[in-house]
Structures are given as C-alpha cells and as structure tokens.
C-alpha cells in the first residue's frame, strides 16, 4: 500500500480500514477499480470478484451487480464534522475517485481483521448459519454494516427512533432486509441472510428469528447476541479528518490537473474547466473518459483502456440540489440514493409525484450502486446508449426538463427532446435535471424553458400519478420488460360524475426501445373526453399498436400487453362506470406520507379518498413491510453420538464472514506471476484458420497465446476425464461447439488477459462443413448419440402392452423408435402435445473456475484449484503435462459454490493454467470472468421427453412409457448416467407398469455436465407433469392422483429393487399425510378457492410435490493426525464447498476421539482442526458429488479414529495402571516421548536430567509391550454394495399471480425432509433451504438462452436471474423429519444436498394451479393452448410464460365484455 506521512501535491489520500493510502500520480492505473486494488496492493481480499464490474447495463447483454466486492465508502463534512457511509461495489469504483474518503472492508468491521476481532454483523452472520460457502459472505456483511452505519447517522431523523433499546440499531426489520436486496448468495436460500440482519432491527421480534447458535427456541433475548455497538461501523479516521479540515476552503476536491501535465485523474471545479480540459490538445489525442460514479462501466470497459479521466464530482454546480415552490433542481452529479432523499423531504413524503418517483428510484440497480451512481449518468446512458432506463421513463412522465451545455452554450430542454436528439459527447455536459411540483401547480406541456410560466392555475383539478415496471425481481435489481409511468390531471365535468383528463404524459421505457418515450397518439385520444370504458378500449388498442420491440427483442408480444396493462391498472379506476366519489371531490390538495411507519399528514388532507386511493400513496415507506413474513424450523437433535447430531455453527463461518477464510484467488499472486484467459469459439462448427491479437491495441501487452500446439512432448491434449473417456483441453482446426476453448491467452494482469481474449481475431471458415447440430430434434434427425452402456440403465417394470389394457383412459404420444427415418421424425414432431421440455441451467456459483499454478522443482508442479475432485485434476493435468502423478500437486482447501459445475468442469481451466505455466515456467493464474464461466461451463441438461400413460378412473396409473432425449452437448462429460438418474427420480410413483427408451444427444453445444440432482431434478419434475396431466384428462385434483399413486412398501421394492426398505424406513406416506391431511391443508385449499372467486386480476395456486431421491455412497479415505500438543489435524477425501463437510467431520472426529476423554468437551472440538485437500498427502480422494460426500469423510475419519484409539488405549491401560485419570494432554505427551525415551535410555542411560528420568522409570515398565505408537491413521471407507439409499421429502408451495404481469409470489412454503438422524441439523436444515431456492431459480426464473450458433448470451447477471431475497417464498418452513435408527447409513444419517431441490416443483405445479384458475375467467380462457385444464407451462415459469397462459390480451377482452354487458 504507498503510503507516507506528507501528502504530495497531486496525491489521492484515502483510508482502507484506517490505514493511510496515498498514491501518485503513475501509483496504478487510472481505470483500476477498488476491488482490484485492495485485492492487489492490500492484504484485504474480504471483498470478492463474484460478477467483475458489476455492470454492463446494456440491452440484452448487459450484466448486473452480484454484491460480492460491496464495502463501505464514508465521506467527512468538514463543516458540520459529520460523516456520511454508504454501501458501495468495488468493483464499479474507480481508485482515484476517492480522494478523502474512508474505506472500510469486511476486515476493517472487526477492527483490522479476523484475528483482530469480530464484529457483531460477522458473529451474527456466522450465529444465524448464514454462510455455506462464504463466497457472498463478506459482501453481505458490507451490505448489512452499511446499512447499520446510515441507520446510526440518521438516528432520531425521518421518524426514526432516537435511541433505539440496546443492542438493536435504528432500523427497521423491513429496511434490514433490503440492505442486502442487492446481494446475491447460491447457497443459503437467503432466509438465514434475512434473520442474521433483522436481529438489528429495533422492531423485530427475537422470537420471530430462525434457528441459530445464540439461543434455544422460546429462550430468545437480546442480551444473548453478540453485542452492538451504535457508532462501531465506520468510524472515520482522525488523520483522515484532520487532512480533510486542512485542506477545506482551500481545496475542496484535489486541484484540477494542469492541461498538458501527463495527469491522468482531472477534477475540474467549474464548468468552465471542464471545457478547458476537454477542449485541449491533449485530450483530443488521448483516450478520455468522463465519470461520476462510473457504474456505466462495464460495456467499454471489457474492449476499452483509457489514458485519462475527469471526474464531474467536483463541479459544485452539478452537485446541489435546490428545492423551491414550483419543483426541485438536482445536480447531474446526484447519486440516485441522495435524489431519493431529496424528493423524500427525510423521510416525509408531500408530493405524490415525488414521492412515487422516490419509490420506484429505490427499485433502480441495488442500494450499493444507488449509492454511487448519479442521476445525469442514468440519462446521458438513455440518451447516448439507448440504456433501458427506468430514470428517463418516470421522469419524462413527470415533465422534467433538463439543462445542458454544449460547449459554451448552455440550454433548459424537456427532457423528451433531449431524449431524441442525436447521442450527445463530451462536448454536452448534463448539468441538472428540473423536476416540477405538480401537486399545487401544473405544468405547460409546451415548457421548454426555464422563463416560461409554470405557474398555471390547476384548481379544480387533481394529480394522479403512478409508476410502472414489470421485472423478474419484485425489489428490482433486474431490468425490466418495460417500464411505464403516468401523469394525468383530472377534473370532474361538473354535470355528470365522470371524471375528465386535462392533462396526460404516457411514457414507456426499457422495451425493446432507443429510449423511453410518450405515447402521443394515446395522450391525444385521450385527452379532454370523459374517460369511460369504450375510451378505454380504444386507448389501449392504440397503444398495442405503439409499443412495439424493436426486432430482436425477446418477449415482444409480452411486453406490449404489458404497457396496455399498466394503462388499463391506471385509467380503469377512473372510468365513468367505476369511479364512485366517496364525497364531492375536492381535487386539490396533497397526500399523507411517511416513513418507518409513522403517518406524517400534509397540510391539507382535502384530498378524496377515493382518488387518494387510486393514486395509492404509502401511507408510510416500507417501514414494517418485510420481504420474509414468517419461517419456521423444526429439527430434532439426536444426542446417541454427540457432538454429533447438535446443529453446530459451521466451521470457519466467522472467518468467511470477517474475509479471512482463503479461497484460491486469495492466494497472494506469486512473484512473476501471469494471468490466463480463455479464448472460446463464437462459431459450432468451423475450420479455425488462425488465431491472432488484435494489433491496434498495443496496451495489451501479452505474452502470446497457449493452444493445444504447447502441449508438450509425451503429454496430450486432454483437458477432462471421467470414467466414460478424456475430451480435449483445446479445439484443434475444427470448433465442436460456440464456447469451446481454442486457446489461452497470457498477460501481466488479469484484467489485460480478459480484454484480450474478448478482442480476439479468430478467422473461421465453414467452408466443406455440414450444418452444425444445435437441437435435440436435429440430432434425432442425424442420428448423432453416444452410446449408454446397458448396465447404466435401469431396470424396467411389468409389461407396458399390459398396463395400458388394462387402463380405463390412455394418454399417447407418437410412436418413436429411435430410427432415423423421416417419416418417423415427423411423427415424433406430432406428438408435441405430450412433450416436455426442459432447457439448461447454469450453477451460478458465487466464485467463478479458477486456478493458480505454480511450477516447481524437479519438473514439478502444484496447483491450487477450485475442484470438487482434485485427485482427477491431478491425473488430468499429468496426462496433459506428459508427467507422473506424483509430480502434480493439487491443493484445495475451500470452493466458492460447485453445485457439480467445480467438477468436470472445473479441470480444463487447472489444466490449461499448469499448462502455460508448465510452458512458460512462470506461476500463471486463471480467474474466469462471469461471462466467460457462462459460456464456457455449461450447466445442467436440456431434455425433451414423450410419454404414453394409461390410467383408471380413479386416478390410479397403470401403465407409463417414457421416450427420453437428452442434450449432452459436444463431449461425453458424465451424460451418459445421467437416464439413470432421471429414471431413478421418476419412479418416485408406482406407475404400474413401467418402460422407457433414452437417448443422449451429441450436439455441437457446449457440454453439459453434472449440476445439483442432475436428471433427477427434471425425473421428478416429468413425473409431476404426467401425474397433472392425468389429473386434467380425469378433471380431478392432482394432488389426489398423487396420493393415489404413491409406493407402497412393496411397490417400492420392486422399482428400488437395490435399496429395499421396510415400513419404518420407508416415510414418504408420513411425511406426505402430515403436510396434505391437515385440516390446515383444507382450509388453505378453501381460502384459495375463494381468493379466486373474489379477484379478477390475481389468482392463487397450492400444490403438493413428493420425492424419492436415491443416492449412492462412494469410498472416501479419512486421515486423522495427533500432533505433539494434542491438537489434531484432520484430512479428507471430501471438500468444503460450503455444503457443511468439514462442520460434520470435525464433529465427528470428536465423536470419534471422544471415547479417550472422559467427558465431551467444547475443548476436544476446537483441538480438531480440518485441513485442505492435498493430493499427495491424501491420496485416492475421489469426487465431492452426489451428496454423499460428508457422511463418507465422517464415516472414514471415525474409522480412522477407532484405529488411533484403539492404539491409544492400549497405551492409556498401561500407564493408567500406575496413574488414575491420565488426562489427553499426559496420554499424548508420554507417547510422544516414548519412543524418544526409548532411545535416550538406550544410549545416554545415566546422563538423563531428573525430570526425564521420571519419566523414563515410568516407561521403563511398560516399555516391553511397546515399541512407540503411530499417532496418524488413515482409513479408507468402502461403502459396500449397500451403499445407495433412498431419500424422501415433500413440499406444499403456494403462489399468487398477477394476469396483468404474469408475476409470480410465492406465499408459502412447507417442506418435510427426512434427514435420518441428522448429522447437524443446522448444516442440513441450510442444505434443504438453499437447495429449494436454487430449484425455485431453476423452476420460476432463470431462463437460459443461446443465439443462433448454440453461443449462451443470458451471460451475466443482468440477464440470468437467479433467487434474490425478494423471490424467495415469503412463509418459509422446514421440518427435518428425524427417521430414526438405520444401519446401512452413517450413524443413521441420510444425505441433505441435492434432494430438496426436486421439491421446488412445488412451486411450479402452484404456479400451473393458479394459471388454471385463471383461465376460469372468461377474459383468460382458451388462451395459450386449446385445452384450459391442460396446458404446457415452461419451465423456467417466467413472467412472459405465465402473462401468455393467461392471456395477452385479457385487458382488451374483458373491457370488451364490460361493453358487450352493457
Ligand atoms: C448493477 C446495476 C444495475 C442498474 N439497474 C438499473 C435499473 O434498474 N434502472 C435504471 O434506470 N438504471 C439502472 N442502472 C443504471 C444506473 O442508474 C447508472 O449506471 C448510473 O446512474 C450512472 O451513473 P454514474 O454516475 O455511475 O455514471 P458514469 O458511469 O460515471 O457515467 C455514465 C456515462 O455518462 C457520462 N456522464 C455522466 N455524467 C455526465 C454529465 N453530467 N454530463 C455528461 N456526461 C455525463 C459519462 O461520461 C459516461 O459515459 C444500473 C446500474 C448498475 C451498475
Ligand atoms: S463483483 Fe462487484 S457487484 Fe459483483
Ligand atoms: S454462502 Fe452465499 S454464495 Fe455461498
């Protein structure tokens, strides 16, 4: 860190966790964000790269913020000696840009570190069990901490309490949620995120809060969390504050670099310097960027590199915000969080208009880029780069103007204008944005200037005023698939009630448009007539015909239907037929407001209440409305085995969540080290003819390009192995796939490697090529398959032919045969009907592939890698290097999220990373970019299954074939077992008789692989759909077909034939008759009928899903070690992927030593400490897959502990004969020694001191029976060949949905897993929650796309949508059901990873539930699909699926039949 004592002149003096920073001019780059510098020139790497800048808010392409680098960023105000602390992402932040601020990393919470101390945010993150893989967990805990800190600073203002009780903060539950909207986690399922932050809050109920560390159920109190401390985040430094006030009056900001100077960071201080510096020669020759906030970074920043910057913070002028009788004038420099203050009056909120603006800003992007981004950066990215804007859209509709300078020409332009003129430069600079008061005072629509006369008398006329945005995630954070906003004065007409539009801004945005823009047309139609229905009608066919996507937008047909939507929620209301005074209508006046739940009335409350309504004001901000309502856990800790069985905080939570846990790119780079990116093909299938750098840009400094020619002699081109063959690291002359990986790219930085590899010049050719095979129906069609091996298949049950004679009803796709003639091919495409599709899904793991390889001596290499199976990286990476086994070293010792994507997957980044440094004798490091782990990793399977069922009237099944297909993209992988799995999970039912045909598909698509429950996931699912089809074709519930078709015990044996169980094993029908036979269950049903009888608009679902998981136990070795001091280290086969492996083995390692100390103490626990995994230490470690792997590990460590006490005993009798109560620490010491003794005895028997010779005496007797003990034991676990077993669970989910959005809540969840005897309640209860999230994401939003050529561009955060806290259901409960004593399992265990997923079917199956309400209604029926009981909903059940089942022109068609009624 450069650091002194003396600021020089043109020095950037800023503070990271207290300690001084000052860089020079030339210290680092002028685009180095943040993130990069503290992960580089600090030793604080608690902020994580999750999704690398945050942002390229573009279009289709654009990515999102993920929360992973979020830190705190505090400003010092001199003259009022406050400082202010803002959540910010680092990875958006450029360095020089903080020139006087604080920093503070998860590290600087604790004051300096983990080992310095913790904090009560990371003590009661880790207390709450809320971390897996810690990845996020740094980055939640910024959020959070934020969030504390800006509570404590506004203490006592905006309604908030004064002194809140000690130990809590002074927020609200609601706002502690929020505080980490933004942040994203793939493990916990978020509600242990939302309890760790709700135990802040000043209104929360302890009791309320999940299972944590801190208290027993019914036991909950403050005194027992760990302390907080108002005033303990942030602290700003003193020195800091004394160089602040030093230089204030004198130098606000830093002194604006001298034109022609070699400066790189300018900060104008006027506006007039500004064109001084841009109108230079210099500048006309260099590279410039203009930033505020620079979260627009990301598009540029992946192909640009610039030479200068000039930051727009220091112009006053643009900085201010004045607010006046007639409006409010904001500085283009505003962030958007300080905007929302504004227009919120702290808290207050006395203008509808800027109220609702408030709202809808507070769904812009994440509290942590809010924080930072600046309201004119939002437009000038509207109006420059056709962003879809959410800012342009609400603020045109509210009549805003703008004032820019064009050079030295300064101009106030509507807003609209600005929007169409032609993409402004740098020459225009956004100077403010003038929003008017429209409450008391209206508006001419033609004011284009400041001196024009706003004062124009409304009275007789009210304001309403509404916002718009349909997006996948409620909170935003996600781009939306339009967003509107309205403004209309209304005026009653005297005579008759109806009410009459005076004024109207229609304005939509973000749908597939250059910028946002005003429905004119619709505005003119509108305007002046009474509004009724028929208006109506008319208004929104016209605006059908308006908004319309530009060609190439996703979802046109959705996002046109949903701008009628929205008019239809604003005007209908207000229609002649349905507007009902509740009094004569006084139409002026102002509206309550509020916040934190304290109603905060206006001076004249005249306004009617049936408009207020309409307008639907919050009467407070979101003070008590909390995201997660309610959850509840319930376990049962079996205490046969302690401590296994207790739910035992995860080992290392605090040191996640204090950023001190080490994942491999937190490995500091070492010396020399170089940086790797991958180049992959855009192209399926083409003649790669070259492979070049792009010349012009001679910033990339790399040191070449690594392809398959390195490969050195006596190694191969392998880059992955599984037991089905090897596949290539690298494509060679012809591309197999758009992702495959051609080459690595080598540079000094990781930053420059990345943007090389995207400038890339490939030169392809397609010339003599066939056309490529990108769908399952195009390889059916050539016949292109791998082959399954027959014993991969499972068995078949009964005679198909049989059970559908013997079937009252039958169901039946076409004939498929799996022959590759045409005639069949176009019958197989007939049976569409009865298809089910099911496309990929992407892990999503927070810490993207990545390795690190370090050259060694001797011709040897170690690699740190992110790997679920190091052991197959080391023989990968031997076959590649053309080298021994024993000269790769693999290590990993924490993996941030594998979710199956860290296996296979993983080896062709270790492998391409020892390559090149194998080449280049150099450490080289790989960290792949979101965008490049996207493309490259693949995900899970895309399928397409044809099923013939027959049933009986009773809805039990009698019959099922099945015809399979699946896409496996261009390589083997693990596919090939991927129909048993899926056949596995499907025979959750007894379907009588059972047969099916698969196929694994080769495709010229990026290879698919293992992901959590891989084929099981969509086997259970397919099952589902079958059963609610049957459940349709019979017009009965489909939850009585499950009942009716779930195993017997003996059904069960005969399509599980391998894992028999009795009826106390077998409790599935238990587990299903407590969630569906209580009277809750009916009552829930009955409510939701008449929820649905009662809304036209919203409808409710509730469906019941089963599962039968079977998993398999493989071999594992365990090792523990007793070091000299009686501590002892523990290694493995198994890795910590956040699934709770090492927590569970330490547990049991204490089980297993235990038997040597006389009671079971808390210090036998914290003695064991778990070790990475090591590939020559440990060897035969195998795969961390299939859920099995904790109990394995536990299973091997106990064996390898009986072995240690069984030595140790031995001992322990012996020297207990002469001494009684031989504590561990005497026991371990005399063993150490003895064989020590032995020998000292042996050659120096009278030279002994005194002490020794004790000793030695001692020894002496029992030395004739021993001849020095072995204090490390290894075991290696073979679970026989019982080793798979059956899993079972069930969920109740209910939905509500939204026919004008297609929006999809999901209001409750109740899941009952058997865990067996739970080897940690907590660990597993984490499991099922998360694991039901990440099939929610796969279930209800993350739609996963490919272009033309097979290439994924839903390729960032922007646009694949996984689980935010928003999303999740909002009742949430889980009980683990304790199945009691098993022999076959791990101290009765069961396994808990990826089982619950397959329960968020639940979801899907309400979400079918409640679209066929909705198609009850006359205006939604025959929509979609011909049948409006059966009907085919995708999956993911994104909104434009749901809003097309329902409808898309339900608006037009129930106006249509108001008109027809009359
Ligand atoms: C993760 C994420 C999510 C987002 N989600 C949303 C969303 O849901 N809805 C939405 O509307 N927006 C969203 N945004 C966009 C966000 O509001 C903008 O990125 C932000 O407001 C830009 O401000 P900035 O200060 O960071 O601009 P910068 O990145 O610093 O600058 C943006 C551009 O504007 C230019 N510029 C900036 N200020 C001026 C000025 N005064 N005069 C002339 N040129 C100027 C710069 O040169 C640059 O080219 C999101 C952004 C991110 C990062
Ligand atoms: S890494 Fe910064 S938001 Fe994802
Ligand atoms: S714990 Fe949140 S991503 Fe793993």
């Known amino acids: 860190m450069a650091s002194s004592s003396a600021p020089s002149s043109a020095a950037v003096v800023f503070a990271v966790n207290g300690e001084r920073v000052e860089l020079r001019e030339g210290d680092v780059d002028p685009g180095a964000t943040l993130l990069e510098f503290l992960r580089t020139r600090t030793r604080f790497t608690g902020p994580k790269l999750g999704c690398g800048e945050g942002t390229r808010p573009f279009a289709a392409i654009s990515l999102r913020g993920c929360g992973a680098c979020v830190v705190l960023i505090s400003t010092y105000d001199a003259a009022s000696g406050e400082a202010s602390h803002a959540a910010a992402s680092s990875c958006l932040t450029l360095v020089h840009g903080l020139h006087h601020r604080a920093v503070t990393t998860t590290e600087g919470l604790g004051g300096g570190g983990g080992r310095a101390g913790l904090h009560a945010v990371h003590e009661r993150v880790a207390g709450f069990h809320a971390s897996q893989c810690g990845f996020c967990t740094p980055g939640v805990c910024m959020s959070l901490a934020a969030a504390l800190a800006a509570a404590d600073a506004k203490k006592g203002k905006g309604g908030r309490p004064a002194a809140p009780a000690e130990g809590y903060a002074g927020l609200t539950a609601a706002e502690a949620e929020r505080a980490v909207a933004g942040n994203l986690c793939r493990c916990t399922g978020y509600r242990p995120i939302a309890d760790a932050c709700k135990s802040f809050a000043a209104d929360v109920d302890l009791e309320d809060l999940g299972l944590n560390s801190f208290w027993r159920k019914g ?79 990301g598009v540029n920043r992946e192909a640009e590199v610039y030479d200068r910057y000039v930051d727009l913070r220091c112009i006053p002028e643009l900085n201010s915000v004045s607010k006046e009788a007639k409006g409010v004038e904001i500085g283009a420099a505003v962030s958007i969080s300080k905007v929302i203050e504004a227009l919120r009056e702290d808290g207050g909120c006395n203008d509808v208009v800027f109220c609702k603006i408030a709202d809808h800003m507070e769904k812009v992007a994440s509290p942590f880029v809010r924080n930072t981004a600046s309201l004119g950066g939002n437009l000038i990215m509207a109006q420059r780069d056709q962003f879809a804007s959410d800012i342009a859209t609400i603020l045109l509709a509210a009549g805003s103007s703008i004032c820019i300078q064009v050079s030295s020409k300064r101009q106030t332009v509507m807003l609209e204008e600005f929007l169409q003129m032609p993409p402004c430069d740098y020459k225009t600079l956004l100077l403010s944005i003038y929003i008017p008061q429209w409450t008391h005072v209206g508006v001419l629509s033609d004011c284009r200037s400041r001196t024009v006369d706003r004062m124009v008398s409304t009275r007789g006329t009210s304001v309403l005023f509404e916002t718009y945005r349909a997006a996948p995630r409620p909170l935003g954070n996600a781009v939306a698939y339009l967003n509107a ?48 229905i028929s208006l109506l009608l008319e208004a929104c066919t016209l605006l059908k015909k308006s908004i319309v996507p530009v060609e190439g937008t996703r979802h046109t047909a959705y996002r046109s239907s949903l701008a009628v939507a929205f008019l239809f929620s604003f005007l209908y209301p207000v229609t002649k037929e349905i507007f009902k005074p509740v009094k004569a209508v006084h139409l ?79 490995i500091p780079s070492p010396k020399d080290c170089l940086y790797g990116a991958f180049i992959y093909s855009t192209k399926p299938l083409a003649h790669v003819r070259s492979i070049g750098l792009d010349p012009s840009f001679k910033q990339l400094n790399t040191l070449g390009v690594v392809t398959a020619k390195d490969i050195p002699e006596g190694g191969s081109n392998v880059g992955a192995n599984t037991i089905f063959g090897p596949e290539p690291l690298f494509g060679d002359l012809v591309t197999q796939c758009a992702g495959e990986p051609l080459g690595l790219v080598i540079a000094e930085t990781q930053k420059i490697a990345n943007i090389a590899a995207k400038r890339a010049l490939i030169d392809y050719s397609t010339e003599n090529l066939g056309a490529p095979i990108l769908s399952i129906e195009e390889a059916v069609r050539r016949c292109s398959y791998f082959e399954t091996p027959p014993f991969l298949l499972p068995q078949k049950i009964g005679d198909f032919s049989k059970g559908m004679a013997e079937a009252d ?46 050259p060694d001596e001797d011709n040897s290499i170690v690699v740190y890698s992110s790997s679920q199976c190091p052991e197959t990286t080391q023989n990968v990476i031997a076959k590649c290097l053309g080298l021994p086994c024993h000269s790769v070293r693999v290590i990993t010792r924490r993996v941030g999220g594998g979710f199956g994507g860290k296996a296979v997957r993983s080896l062709p980044v270790a492998a391409a990373c020892a390559l090149a440094a194998f080449k280049l004798h150099r450490p080289v490091r790989i960290y792949l970019d979101r965008k490049t782990d996207m493309i490259m990793t693949g995900g899970r399977h895309p399928m397409k299954i044809c099923y013939s069922v027959g049933f009986k009237s009773d809805g039990k099944i009698t019959a099922l074939h099945i015809d399979l297909f699946i896409n496996a993209g261009m390589t083997k992988d693990i596919s090939l077992i991927i129909p048993h799995n899926f ?110 009888k009662n809304n036209r608009w919203k409808k409710r679902g509730l469906s019941f899903v089963p599962i039968v998981h079977k998993v398999l136990s493989r071999p594992t070795p365990g090792k523990v070690s007793i070091l000299n001091d009686g501590s002892i280290a523990v290694e493995v086969g198994g890795i910590e992927l956040g699934q709770g492996l090492w927590t569970k083995v330490k547990q049991m390692a204490a089980f297993g030593l235990g038997q040597l100390w006389t009671d079971l103490s808390q210090e036998l626990f914290d003695r064991i400490r778990i070790i990475q995994a090591d590939t020559l230490s440990n060897v035969q470690g195998g795969w961390t897959t299939g859920s099995t792997t904790s109990e394995s590990s536990c299973e091997a460590v106990r064996l390898a502990c009986n072995i240690v006490v069984d030595r140790l005993t031995s001992v322990k009798e012996q020297f207990q004969e002469k001494e009684s109560n031989l504590s561990w620490d005497e026991l371990i010491s005399k063993v150490i020694l003895f064989p020590i003794l032995i020998i000292v005895g042996r050659y120096y028997p009278f030279n002994i001191t005194s002490a020794i010779a004790c000793l030695y005496l001692n020894f002496v007797d029992v030395q004739a029976n021993m001849v020095g003990v072995d204090l490390s034991a290894r075991e290696y676990y073979i679970p026989g060949p019982s080793g798979s077993y059956l899993n079972y669970g069930a969920a109740i989910s209910e939905v509500e949905i939204d026919l004008l959005t297609g929006a999809t809540m999901i209001l409750r969840s109740d899941l009952i897993y058997d865990c067996g005897q739970s080897l940690n309640p907590a660990v597993d209860l984490g499991q099922v929650e998360g694991a039901f999230v990440q099939g929610i994401g796969y279930f209800m939003s993350e739609e996963y796309v490919t272009n033309s050529d097979g290439l994924v561009i839903s390729d960032g955060t922007w646009t694949y949508k996984i689980p935010t806290v928003d999303t999740i259901p909002k009742q949430f409960n889980v009980k683990l059901l304790n199945s009691g004593f098993h022999k076959k399992r791990v101290l009765s265990s069961k396994a808990s990873g990826e089982p619950p997923l397959l329960l968020a079917a639940s979801v899907h199956c309400a979400t079918r539930a409640a679209i066929r309400a909705a198609k009850e209604e006359p205006h939604c029926s025959g929509s979609g699909s011909s049948s409006p009981s059966h009907f085919d909903l995708e999956v993911p059940a994104i909104m434009p699926v749901v809003k097309e089942l329902c409808g898309l022109e339900n608006v037009e068609r129930y106006l249509e039949s108001l008109l027809n009624s009359k």
Request: charged share 20%; net charge negative; hydrophobic share 35%.
């Open 983 to 1092: 056949i596995e999970a499907l025979k959750k039912y007894n379907w009588g008789a059972f047969s099916y045909e698969a196929k694994v598909c080769k495709t010229n698509t990026v290879t698919k692989s293992a992901m959590r429950g891989p084929g099981e996931v969509q086997g259970s699912y397919v099952a589902e759909a079958i059963v609610e089809h049957v459940a349709s074709a019979l017009s009965t519930d489909a939850n009585l077909v499950r009942q009716r078709n779930l195993h017997t015990v003996e059904s069960l044996a005969l399509f599980h034939s391998e894992c028999t169980e009795d009826d106390m094993g077998y409790t599935l029908p238990s587990i299903c008759g407590q969630l569906t036979t209580s009277e809750n269950y009916q009552h829930r049903l009955e409510i939701i009928q008449s929820f649905n």
């Open 809 to 854: 009803q039958k169901i039946y796709s076409a004939e498929v045969h799996f022959l590759c003639q045409f005639d069949q091919w176009i019958q197989y495409l007939r049976c569409t009907f009865l298809q089910v599709n099911l496309n990929s899904q992407y892990y999503f793991y927070m810490e993207t592939q990545t390795a690190l390889a370090i």
């Open 588 to 666: 002026n006046g102002s509206v309550p407001s509020g916040t934190n739940g304290h109603r905060n009335f206006g001076p004249n409350e005249r306004v009617d209440a049936s408009l207020m309504k309409i307008n639907n004001v919050k009467s407070a901000s979101y003070g008590n409305d909390c995201i997660l309502e309610y959850s509840k856990q319930i376990i049962e800790i079996n205490k046969d085995h302690l401590p296994v069985g207790i739910p035992a905080k995860k080992v290392g939570a605090e040191l996640q969540a204090s950023g001190e846990a080490v994942f491999v790119d937190d």
């Open 219 to 297: 036991e909950a109190h403050a005194s027992k969390l760990p302390r907080y401390d108002e005033g303990s985040i942030g602290v700003f430094p003193e020195f800091l504050k004394a160089e602040i006030r030093a230089s204030s009056g004198i130098e606000e900001c830093m002194p604006p670099a001298l034109v022609g100077s070699a400066s790189i960071w300018h900060r104008p201080r006027s506006v007039e310097e500004y064109y001084k510096l841009v109108g230079s020669e210099l500048f006309g020759k260099s590279r410039t960027k203009v930033v505020v906030g620079n979260t627009a970074s």
């Open 485 to 532: 906003a309205f403004l209309a004065q209304v005026a009653s007409d005297g005579t008759t009630s109806s009410l009459i539009l005076r004024e109207l801004r229609l304005a939509f945005g973000a749908y597939g448009t250059q910028h946002a823009i005003r429905a004119s047309n619709v505005e003119k139609l509108l305007v002046g007539k009474p509004i009724t």
